[in-house]
């Protein structure tokens, strides 16, 4: 069965310090995995993708993501956190299906970032 | 432009009422979703439709109902069963491989 987990549901970090949101899935065939931020009151941004190219995958504002299928993992990172990135990030799982294909969230993680 | 659109933004119901919220796109998506997110949680899958006329049970559909008469449009019925229907709706229209594009969300208020 297709699922996502975020392993933490809060993150706090130091500005200027390293950003690690941990994502797992699982999946019966090959999915394709995104990161998604929501900023407080605003609607959702893609902020990268992965659909079996490059492991690792680079996005907007400096976040990068690497596609580790061993592990079944697709961990979000930043070298260093900005207080604009305080935000909640989804990892986001699409697999195909009989039929078409299925998109579940995962239940998000927030960062915070302290000064 | 190609976009998708919800409707009304804000929508308020009475205790034993039904309620229609409106999603319609014109990006030509097959695939259309609802979500539900609630303070504090992340999105949680009510319905996803993959073509017309099919639909799928997400996580928690109980309470719901949906339609896809047209390619366009998905529209979520919240029926008098739904006992927690105070939330954030979002409705996303999808294809493999590309992101998801999401309306502007329904606030729905039980008065």
């Known amino acids: 069965a297709q699922s996502v987990t975020q392993l933490d549901s809060h993150v706090s970090v130091s500005e200027g310090t390293p950003v690690l949101l941990r994502c797992n899935y699982s999946?019966?065939?090959?999915?394709?995995l995104f990161w998604y931020v929501q900023h407080p009151n605003k609607g959702l941004q893609l902020l990268l993708k992965?659909?079996?190219?490059?492991?690792l995958v680079k996005g907007i504002n400096g976040f990068e993501a690497e596609f580790k299928k061993s592990e079944t993992s697709f961990h979000l990172t930043k070298p260093s956190a900005h207080m604009s990135d305080a935000a909640e990030y989804f990892c986001?799982?699409?697999?195909?299906?009989?039929?078409?294909?299925?998109?579940?969230f995962g239940a998000g993680t927030r960062l915070f970032v302290k000064a | 432009d190609g976009g998708i659109t919800q409707s009304p933004k804000y929508l308020f119901r009475k205790e034993g009422q039904n309620v229609t919220l409106s999603c319609e796109q014109n990006?030509?998506?097959?695939?259309m979703y609802w979500y539900r997110q609630d303070p504090g949680q992340g999105l949680r899958l009510i319905y996803y439709?993959?073509?017309?006329?099919?639909?799928q049970k997400g996580d928690i559909a109980e309470g719901y109902s949906v339609s896809r008469e047209k390619k366009e449009s998905f529209p979520l019925t919240v029926t008098s069963a739904q006992k927690n229907p105070t939330a954030f709706y979002l409705c996303?229209?999808?294809?493999?491989?590309?992101?998801?594009?999401f309306g502007q969300g329904t606030r729905l208020t039980v008065v």
């Open positions: 986001v799982v699409s697999d195909a299906k009989r039929g078409g294909f299925k998109t579940i």
């Open positions: 999946s019966s065939y090959s999915p394709s």
């Open positions: 992965y659909t079996s190219a490059a492991t």
């Open positions: 990006l030509n998506h097959d695939a």
């Open positions: 439709s993959q073509i017309v006329n099919d639909f």
């Open positions: 996303a229209s999808i294809n493999l491989n590309t992101e998801a594009f």
